[in-house]
């Protein structure tokens, strides 16, 4: 069993801390995990960002706030753990904040270094975070139309697997997270989605976060999309965005099932 999605950030990048993770997903019956970090932890990413802080003084203060760090922190606790045996699978990673205006960007930064797994995911609308509490309500659903919002997603999604830059895509449907459903029928697209997915050889996840970290009741992908996924055969892998140790493998029993092909 595999949980395709964690992050060490809220630790250091120590083996001591990496077998915290290992420990608690062998507690919970995963033979392998994929290690991943954002890129807005690192300096040599920051201009991924400068649009974002320039919306308004909540995005600043949110970019600002964080602690960044040479990328070479990550890359080089990489090459280190490489050489250790550990007692399950560990894949190390990026995910990587999708921008159509960025992409010769980050298509030159990824040939720096070479991680197992790159994972695009799309946190902003047009530099606008859509899922910080606290923020994102202001800065963008209070602002704009729904409707708009969820077809100017799906289109930076396209435009996401169309760039050819990444393995996988993280959490697809996170967009649900506050509750503001649009009010045409998303079939169309998440079908376009998936062809795409399985054109350009890409994964996605079926990533529980959105249920335990944010309180919503949908456990993982909500059910109609799961489908959709399956009936074209897009590769998909259960997760759940642990941000912590004790995260790593929750809820995963519960959606292996109806997630895996047989």
């Not at 910080?132 to 799906?154: H, N, P």
Request: charged share 25%; net charge negative; proline share 3%.
């Amino acid at each position: 069993m595999i949980d395709a999605h964690m992050h060490l950030e809220q630790g250091s990048y120590t083996v001591d801390w990496l077998m915290e993770f290992i420990n608690t997903a062998q507690s919970r019956g995963i033979n392998e995990i994929w290690v991943l970090e954002h890129t807005h932890r690192f300096f040599e990413f920051a201009p991924l960002y400068q649009q974002v802080k320039e919306v308004n003084d909540l995005q600043r203060k949110w970019i600002e706030d964080k602690h960044l760090l040479p990328l070479s922190s990550y890359t080089n606790f990489i090459r280190d753990m490489r050489k250790k045996t550990f007692p399950i699978t560990v894949h190390f990673g990026l995910e990587v904040c999708y921008f159509p205006q960025h992409e010769q960007f980050i298509r030159d930064m990824l040939a720096e270094f070479n991680y197992d797994f790159v994972v695009g995911s799309i946190h902003f609308i047009d530099n606008m975070a859509y899922d910080l509490k606290g923020i994102s309500e202001a800065t963008l659903w209070d602002r704009y139309d729904t409707d708009w919002i969820w077809k100017r997603y799906f289109e930076l999604m396209e435009a996401l697997i169309k760039s050819d830059l990444f393995d996988g895509t993280a959490h697809p449907d996170t967009l649900k997270m506050f509750h503001r459903m649009p009010e045409f029928d998303t079939t169309a697209n998440w079908n376009r989605i998936a062809d795409l997915l399985v054109k350009h050889q890409m994964y996605t996840e079926n990533n529980v976060g959105c249920y335990y970290r944010y309180n919503h009741e949908e456990m993982g992908l909500n059910d109609k999309i799961l489908q959709i996924f399956k009936d074209h055969h897009v590769k998909l892998y259960c997760a759940t965005d642990a941000h912590n140790p004790k995260f790593v493998g929750i809820h995963l029993d519960e959606i292996k099932d109806k997630t895996l092909y047989d």
